[in-house]
Each structure stands twice: as structure tokens, then as C-alpha cells.
């Protein structure tokens, strides 16, 4: 018996001395009670500006999370990791994709490592999850990725801005259009989860405010196997087309699986860019051909800013740029210019938002800039259409849609 | 009635599907006692190397359905022979922690080789088609699926029921120091067996890949799908694994069909239902052991 | 005996003094290792003490995390009220559950209590509007007593810790009364046990519910910690690291699980800065102790007392009176 408690004893000795260097929780919690503004950064007013990255390395999302960081590294590399002669270090910390993991790494992020500004979170759950924590402790947080409506609306903080894409805007954006050129009936197919139902909603909402009728619908749980089941059904359908919403793994199975059950060529597909997404198409050639996207970047997007991009990043990574590389270079982006902007001193949180906020240029993917109301980016939407050139498939950009707001509830 | 019949087809060819992915998993445990949680890894293994075989260094399926069980036995062998060998002494539940253990092993082991994107490998052009059933379109692949599901089925009956070998194991499954005191090798019987199980988990690998993708995370989700084919049927028995198998299919099938947002709530629904009311699985012999 | 409440009071004042030396950040590393302590006793009792290994306990944690999170977003975010309600609920889903596994044995119950597990997770993935789905529910407003809110980390901890005292106080009572030693008996020989006219039905059921509710308590202090919870609190991964708590800590000792959890915890935060392959040493752990150490860190440390003072470790020669 005796010998337990020894070790319960000596394990409690063993988190002493970890914290030996650090400051204890009483005094930092009671300081933060007192003193809201202050905060005791060694970055702040020192030569480093350090930008924490949370980005999943690991898990179902690992290959979004190192294109995100390859972007970053990209931007920064450009600029030479400076700004304003401050140097500039990115702090990545692996979320597993992890709400609580990721959270664990953000406190991680704030207590020891004292970073200036957090960046990053692919999966919404992430962000909702640590956005308690950034709020509270006035960490300016670029978000990169997540697109979850509330992060902009119900769940806004003065904190938080999102250079990304919300589902709104990815849904939305096709609903008109869809109209106009595929047909005034359309079936709904989509991945069983916040995202896919957020991003289904809002093509509903646009496509019957344009006139379209929805005659039917049908959430496949996310991860789903086998699509034959629901194929089969979907082709008693009248119905014009097929929007669907599907990403990765499911994306590939949905996309190939429809064209084998020979739906292509009874009804057109429609839906967001993740289902013919720049890494998946290779997977899913020749089958994505027909598809009808919206996007807010496409590889294939005819400007000069985007084929500077392309061309870096081919050159740099020797493989095809994603949109979350190009999400990643736009926060990088972003990060530099709103330092640039502040004199390298970062200091203070609220003059970094307001830098952030203020933050406009013509990214790759066109101009972008802040909604100073929702905390989110105002940008292009475009519609692809994926066609096969020499036996593979290409996007090609076949109509914009200019300076698209989310609405912000 | 068509339709019904089509998704009749789909969910024999799902059933099927699964029957391929679960029959080694039903062998090693029948036989060994030992649940190999590292399955669905093997699984994975034949899927990445087809698809490495296919992507990469030819173009050939068929190579792949030869070349790709083959690695994956001896990756089974490594296994059985470093890990589970050594250890059969602890008893069955310290031997399915290792193997629950060496399934994290292989998971980042898999992420480090392959990487993490989604992939997949493309159907052989002699399959590629599609072929119409109850006025409907089928992929010609689905149907060979149908097809190699059965010949497996039948193979894994005959040397059971019918040659030397089936015998042992069949006793095998009902007493194991009996065997021992035959004369027979019963260490040799184990290995054999586990390679086997790793054959069969490559094979399904390789032909479930086409239909269900390469992905970071596949193994964990095709294992306990696995699983609860393996415990519907009744554990160790390739006859229930089959009946287990072919009810999974049709009723992840038909409730995709009717009520398709409860369909993953279902199939685990259908395995609590049966193991309240047969305790043993479908087709389970009762297992002394606890 | 007295001695125990000695070494009971010292702990409970040195971990209480912890918020004075750690660092915050540090401070809430321990206040997760103390919740997932919990959450692990609680599957010890099944799994050490009964020998029933369950796969499926992240369910009754899950249940216990979302009905606090729901209670404090939707009535009251008093402490009684959420964690009373969510104990409360996870007794009941253990005793449905339960009645179910109570029917099969050994592999059938670990995969039975799986799929209970898997059906719940399906469902709070996909109830998007009750649970939030796959998104989570975040913001959730922090316990209070009346007009005392536990607003900042160093009281939560001290909920935590306090909560985790009784915990341990509770189910080392219950192990150690005559209940707990039938269990092991169970654990030991059940049908020995049965014939010397024990209801092992009746036992193992209470084992069960006992184990859920605990591990309800569990999940209403993540939430409390957190302010959020997801549905990857839920999945089959919750279950498994916390059965390698268990095991790696030590199964049948009360001490195992917590230093079980305070290693996984610890060893996940220093490996995730080097590499991004911790389920490769997760891994690697598990089939390391299994292997090598199958009695766990209490194990470990038993040999090394026995190497040093050349006495018998106290807790083996209880074992062998139990058998």
C-alpha cells in the first residue's frame, strides 16, 4: 500500500518540477481577472512574431492540413520570414483533427510558447471548440479552413476573422445558377454532417428563391461505403440534375460510383468544389468529367496572381497546388501584411484585428477582403466545369459570381 | 419490383464484399481463439500495395490480385511469428490487446509509406463495363465481386469439410489439446492458419478497393464492420460468416433504401438484437470459453 | 485503516496545492489527467475488478458529457442540477444497456457493449439540431452554485479534484467491501462463485451500472472543463484509450488507472510537439506493457519495491488470498 502512495506522491514532485520554469496558474488566472488588457508576452515587444498553426497531421483530414501548411510555408518563404524586419515563426501543432486534442494544443500554444497570432483549424468542430478559449484570452485567430456558418454569425468574436469560405457561400453561390443553366427540378444528395447539411441548405435556399423546385432529397451518414443503394434509387427520379455534397474518401466513392450506375449521362451533376477538388480528381478520373462545381479558387483560374502561384508552388512542392494550399498562402498573406502594417509590433490584440481587418489585395483567387460586420471574407465565387482534355479531367472557370457577402445570420 | 430487385443485386454484392473482408478474420479466430484486431490493417495493406502495383509499377490488376495477398502473408507471418507466438501463454485477451496495439502500429505505419490522401484503384478494363439487370445499370465489377465472393466461399467449404487439413482444423476449433496429442504440429497449424487469414484479408483488400477507396482511417472502419459481421454470424464458423455476411448486405442495403439516415444505425440495432436473442451468433456453436 | 485516511488527506492537499506551483497550462493538463482518471476507474470496475472488458465505456461518458452540456445550454447551469441529471441519465442508459450485455460473455460482451457504444455515437453524429452533430456543442455556459461560477481554470480544477477524491473514495470502498470481493471472485472463477449461491447476474449488473455512472460523472467535468464536447469524445477511439489506461496503468488496482491516464496524457503532449505519429507509440506502448509489464505501472512498481526491500508486495499476496 505504502508504496502507491509514494509514487502518487512522487508523481505529483515530477509536475512540480515541470513547472518550475513556468508561472503558477493562481497568479496568471487572478492577473487575467484583474488586468484584461495587459498581456504578458514575451513576442509581443520582442524581435519574433510567432504565429501558431493548429492543423491536422494526422487523422482523416492529414492531407488538408499539409497542403494549408506547405501553402503558409510558401508565403512566408516569399517574404523571407520577415516582416518589417521582425522575424516571423510558424509554430505548428498537430489537432488529430481532435476538438479536445486541439484544444489542449492551443492552451499549449498561448501558455508556453506565447504565440501573437493563431491560424488554421480544418474541421468546424475544432474551431467552435477552441473559440471560448481565443475569445477569453484575446488571441487574434485567422481562420483558414473551417467554414461552419456560426463561426461568423452566432459564435462571431471581435477576435476571430475567417479568410476561408463559409458553407453559406460554397452552397449558396450554385443555387442560381443551377437554375438558369442545369434545369428547374433538382434531387439533393448529401454527407450527413453539419457541413454537408449547412452547405445543402443553402443551395436549397438559393436555387427555390430562384424558382427551382427540390424534388427530392437524401443524407447518405458521413463515411458511407457504398453509394449503389442509394443510386439505384435516385434513377426513378424526375429530376433535371443532382446536387450533391460530398469531400474526400466520400467525394471519390460518390463521383465514381455514379458514373458507373450510369446516372451521368440521365442527369448532370452539380455541387461544390470538394467533389472534383484538384487531389481527388486524379483519384476519380476519368468519372468527374460533366461535373458543374462552385468554388472560390480553381487550379485553373485565369489570372495572373493565380499563375505566379501555381507556378511557385509547382515549382517549390513539385506537385499541384489545392485550395487549401491556397488557403494557406492567403492566411500567410494576410499575417504578414496586417504585421506589416502594425510596424512589427504586435503587441496589442486589438490592433492586430483591426490590421487584420483591414487587410485587402488580389489574392490568387481574386480580390479579397473583410466583411467588418461578420468578421468574414468577401470573395468571388466561381462555377467550374470539369472536362476531360487528353484523357484527364481539368476545371475549367465558366462564369463568376463577384464579391460574394455571407449574409452574417 | 424492379427496383427492389436491383437493390436485391447490390446488397448480394455488398454481402459479399463483406464476406471477403470478414472470412479471414472468422478462420483466425475460429481456429486460433485470438480476435486479430490487426486484420482490418492487413486488410489496408493489400488495398495501399494493389494500389502501389496498379498506380505505379504496372498496370495490372490481376498481377495485383496475385502479388498483393502474397506480401500481406508475409506480413501475417512476420506477425504471428515475432508477436504472437511468443505470447500465446498470456491468454486471448493479452494476444487481442497486441494485435489492438500493432493495429495503431500499422495505422501510422501505413500514413508514413502511402500518405494520406484518398485513392484508388481503378477497375481492369475487362470489368470496366456495365451490364443491365431488372432495367437497370450494373458495374460489370460489382457482379465479378458477386462472383469471386462465391468461389471463395466455396474453396474455404471444401478444404474444410473435405481434405486433411480441414479436418485438423476443425478440431482444431473443438479441442485443441486433442490435436496436440495426435502427433499433429499444432504451433505449424496456428501459422498456417494465421497466414491464411492474412491471404484472405489481402485478397479482400485488393478486391474491395475499387468499390470502397483507400483512405487515412479505412482499416478502423472496415474492422468493425468486420466484426459485427463476425459476431452476427456466430464466431469461427465460415457458414454463418457467409449467412452473417449476405444479412448485413441486404439490410445495410434495403434500409439505405427505405430509411437511409438510420442505415449505420442499424446494422450495430441488428447485431444487439441478435446476440440478445442468440447469444452465439446465426450459426455460433457455444464457445466454452469466456 | 487509519493510516489510509493519513495518506488519503496528504494527497488530497498536495494535489490541492498544485495551483500554486503549476503553471496554467500545466494546471489544466492535470485537470484532464484527474476527469480521464475518473473515466478509467470507472471502467476498471468492469474490466479489473469484474473481468468483463468493455469496448464500448466512451458511451456513458458521452452520455454523461452531452446531457450536462444540454441541461446547462437549455434549464440551469447549477452544479447540482447538471451533474445530478447526468449521472442520473447515464444510470439509466447503463441499466438499459446492461440488461443487454448481461446476456453474453467474454468477446460477445465486448462487442456487444461496442455496438451499444457505435449506436450511440451514430446518433449524436447525426442529431444535428439536439446535439449539434458532427460539429459538437460549444459555448456551453460554466457549473455555478447559486451566484458562485466556476469561471476560471483553477476552479474547475479544484471541482475536478475534489469530485476525483470522492470518486476514488467511493469505488475504493466498494471494491474493498464484501460486493467488491465477490466481483473479483467473479473476475476469478465466476461459475465457483455462483455455486456458493451468489446472484452473479445481480453482481455484474450493478457492476455495470456502477461503471456508467461513473464514467457519466466523467463526462459532465470534460464538459464543465471544456465548455464543449463533440462526437469524437464518443467514438470506439475513446473507448480503446481508455481501456489502455486501464491496462497500461495497471486493471484491478486502484491506483493503475489514474497513473495510467496521467502517462497517456503526458506522453501524448511531449510526443506531439517531435512527430505526428503518437498512435505509432500509443501502439507500441500498449504491446510493450502487454508483453513485458501485464500487470501495468502498479506493477512496475511493485517489483522495484520488492527489489529493494526483499518483501512480498502487499497487494499480490491479497490476490492470492482472493483466488
Not at chain 2, 225 to 253: D, M, R, Y
Amino acid at each position: 500500500m505504502k508504496k502507491k502512495w509514494t509514487m502518487l506522491i512522487s508523481i505529483i514532485v515530477v509536475f512540480t518540477m515541470l513547472a518550475a520554469c513556468g508561472e503558477s496558474a493562481i497568479n496568471s488566472s487572478s492577473e487575467a481577472e484583474a488586468d484584461n488588457n495587459s498581456k504578458k508576452k514575451s513576442g509581443g515587444g520582442g524581435e519574433t512574431i510567432k504565429v501558431g498553426a493548429i492543423l491536422p497531421f494526422s487523422g482523416v483530414y492529414a492531407s488538408l492540413g499539409k497542403d494549408l501548411s506547405d501553402g503558409m510555408k510558401l508565403y512566408f518563404e516569399s517574404v523571407n520570414w520577415e516582416a518589417e524586419g521582425k522575424k516571423i515563426e510558424l509554430i505548428e501543432e498537430d489537432t488529430e483533427a481532435d476538438p479536445q486534442v486541439s484544444l489542449r494544443r492551443v492552451r499549449k500554444l498561448m501558455d508556453q510558447d506565447n504565440i501573437d497570432i493563431l491560424t488554421g483549424a480544418v474541421s468546424t468542430a475544432v474551431a467552435y471548440a477552441i473559440r471560448n478559449d481565443v475569445d477569453s484570452n484575446k488571441l487574434p485567430y485567422l481562420v483558414s479552413h473551417a467554414g461552419g456558418n456560426d463561426l461568423t454569425r452566432s459564435k462571431r468574436s471581435d477576435y476571430i476573422w475567417r479568410s476561408s469560405f463559409s458553407s453559406w457561400q460554397i452552397g449558396h453561390s450554385m443555387g442560381e445558377w443551377a437554375y438558369k443553366n442545369v434545369g428547374k427540378k433538382m434531387y439533393v444528395a448529401a454527407a450527413d454532417y453539419a457541413f454537408g447539411r449547412e452547405v445543402s441548405a443553402a443551395f436549397k435556399e438559393a436555387y427555390t428563391a430562384a424558382g427551382g423546385e427540390i424534388v427530392g432529397e437524401v443524407y447518405p451518414p458521413l463515411g458511407n461505403n457504398d453509394y449503389a443503394s442509394y443510386l439505384t434509387s435516385m434513377r426513378g427520379v424526375k429530376a433535371d440534375g443532382v446536387y450533391a455534397f460530398f469531400a474526400g474518401s466520400d467525394a471519390v466513392r460518390f463521383v465514381q460510383q455514379y458514373e458507373q450506375y450510369g446516372l451521368k449521362d440521365k442527369f448532370p451533376l452539380v455541387g461544390s468544389g470538394w467533389l472534383v477538388a484538384e487531389d481527388l480528381r486524379q483519384t476519380i478520373d476519368p468519372a468527374a468529367a460533366g461535373t458543374f462545381a462552385s468554388t472560390f479558387w480553381d487550379y485553373n483560374l485565369n489570372t495572373k496572381e493565380n499563375k505566379e502561384f501555381v507556378k511557385a508552388y509547382e515549382k517549390a512542392y513539385n506537385r499541384r497546388p489545392t485550395i487549401e494550399s491556397l488557403e494557406g498562402y492567403d492566411a500567410a498573406r494576410i499575417i504578414s501584411e496586417a504585421v506589416t502594417k502594425l510596424g512589427g509590433d504586435v503587441s496589442d490584440p486589438e490592433k492586430v484585428i483591426e490590421a487584420i481587418s483591414n487587410v485587402s489585395f488580389t489574392s490568387p483567387r481574386g480580390p479579397i477582403e473583410f466583411d467588418k460586420d461578420t468578421h468574414h471574407v468577401i470573395q468571388n465565387m466561381y462555377i467550374t466545369e470539369t472536362k476531360l482534355v487528353d484523357g484527364k479531367t481539368e476545371n475549367e472557370v465558366i462564369h463568376t459570381i463577384e464579391t460574394v457577402k455571407d449574409p452574417g445570420k | 419490383m424492379d427496383i427492389l430487385g436491383a437493390q436485391l443485386v447490390n446488397g448480394l454484392s455488398y454481402g459479399l464484399l463483406l464476406f471477403m473482408i470478414t472470412c479471414g478474420l472468422s478462420l483466425i479466430f475460429g481456429i486460433l481463439g485470438v480476435l486479430n484486431l490487426a486484420h482490418g490493417s492487413l486488410y489496408m495493406f493489400g488495398a495501399y500495395i494493389a494500389y502501389s502495383l496498379t498506380a505505379t509499377y504496372t498496370q495490372s490488376f490481376w498481377l495485383a490480385l496475385v502479388v498483393a495477398p502474397i506480401i500481406v502473408a508475409l506480413i501475417a507471418l512476420a506477425v504471428e511469428r515475432i508477436l504472437l507466438r511468443p505470447t500465446y501463454h498470456l491468454g486471448h485477451l493479452s494476444q487481442v490487446l497486441l494485435t489492438f496495439g500493432l493495429a495503431y502500429v500499422f495505422h501510422d505505419l501505413a500514413s508514413s509509406v502511402w500518405g494520406s490522401n484518398v485513392l484508388s484503384v481503378a477497375v481492369p478494363s475487362s470489368l470496366a463495363g456495365t451490364a443491365t439487370i431488372f432495367g437497370q445499370a450494373f458495374p460489370v465489377y460489382r457482379l465479378a465481386v458477386i462472383f469471386i465472393g462465391l468461389i471463395i466461399a466455396v474453396l474455404l467449404w471444401a478444404i474444410q469439410e473435405k481434405t486433411k487439413w480441414g479436418a485438423i482444423i476443425r478440431a482444431g476449433l473443438s479441442d485443441k489439446e486433442m490435436i496436440g496429442g495426435l502427433g499433429i504440429n499444432i504451433k505449424l497449424v496456428f501459422t498456417v492458419v494465421f497466414v491464411i487469414g492474412g491471404i484472405l484479408a489481402g485478397l479482400g483488400g485488393v478486391v474491395a478497393a475499387p468499390v470502397l477507396g483507400i483512405y487515412p482511417s479505412m482499416e478502423f472502419e472496415t474492422l468493425i464492420l468486420a466484426l459485427v459481421v463476425l459476431v452476427i454470424g456466430g464466431l469461427g464458423t465460415i457458414g454463418g460468416t457467409l449467412a452473417a455476411s449476405l444479412l448485413v448486405g441486404l439490410v445495410e442495403t434495403f434500409s439505405r433504401f427505405l430509411l437511409p439516415e438510420l442505415s449505420m444505425f442499424l446494422v450495430f440495432g441488428l447485431m444487439a438484437v441478435i446476440l440478445v436473442f442468440k447469444p452465439n451468433g446465426l450459426l455460433g456453436k457455444q464457445v466454452a470459453h469466456s | 485503516m487509519k493510516n489510509t485516511y493519513v495518506k488519503f488527506l496528504i494527497s488530497f492537499l498536495a494535489l490541492a496545492s498544485t495551483p500554486f506551483i503549476l503553471s496554467l497550462f500545466h494546471l489544466n493538463l492535470l485537470s484532464e489527467i484527474l476527469i480521464l482518471a475518473i473515466f478509467a476507474l470507472s471502467l476498471n470496475v468492469l474490466v479489473g475488478f469484474t473481468g468483463l472488458v468493455s469496448l464500448g465505456h466512451a458511451a456513458f461518458f458521452g452520455v454523461g458529457a452531452y446531457t450536462a452540456a444540454l441541461v446547462a445550454q437549455h434549464f440551469s447551469a447549477n452544479l447540482l442540477a447538471t451533474l445530478g441529471i447526468a449521472a442520473f441519465v447515464s444510470l439509466l442508459f447503463a441499466a438499459i444497456i446492461g440488461a443487454f450485455c448481461m446476456k453474453v460473455n467474454g468477446f460477445y460482451f465486448l462487442m456487444l457493449t461496442l455496438a451499444f457504444s457505435q449506436m450511440i455515437y451514430s446518433f449524436i453524429h447525426q442529431s444535428t439540431n439536439l446535439t449539434g452533430g458532427s460539429n459538437g456543442l460549444s459555448g456551453i455556459p460554466k457549473p455555478e452554485i447559486g451566484a458562485f461560477s466556476f469561471a476560471n481554470p483553477v476552479l474547475v480544477f479544484y471541482l475536478v479534484l475534489v469530485i476525483f477524491m470522492i470518486s476514488y473514495a467511493v469505488l475504493r470502498i466498494t471494491v474493498k467491501s464484501p460486493y467488491g470481493q465477490v466481483l473479483i471472485g467473479i473476475r476469478e472463477n465466476e461459475t465457483r462463485v455462483k455455486s456458493m449461491g451468489y446472484n452473479t447476474s445481480l453482481y455484474k449488473y450493478s457492476a455495470f451500472i456502477i461503471a456508467g455512472v461513473f464514467g457519466g460523472v466523467a463526462g459532465t467535468l470534460y464538459t464543465y472543463f471544456n465548455g464543449f464536447i463533440a462526437p469524437s469524445d464518443v467514438y470506439w477511439t475513446m473507448s480503446g484509450t481508455v481501456l489502455i489506461m486501464v491496462l497500461v496503468g495497471g486493471s484491478g488496482t486502484m491506483l493503475g488507472p489514474v497513473l495510467g491516464s496521467a502517462l497517456i496524457v503526458i506522453l501524448e503532449t511531449i510526443v506531439s510537439s517531435y512527430t505526428s505519429l503518437w498512435m505509432l507509440i500509443l501502439g507500441a506502448v500498449l504491446i510493450a506493457f502487454v508483453v513485458f509489464f501485464p500487470k501495468g505501472m502498479v506493477g512496475i512498481g511493485q517489483s522495484l519495491y520488492r527489489r529493494f526491500t526483499n518483501k512480498p508486495s502487499v497487494v499480490n499476496e491479497k490476490k492470492s488470498r482472493a483466488a
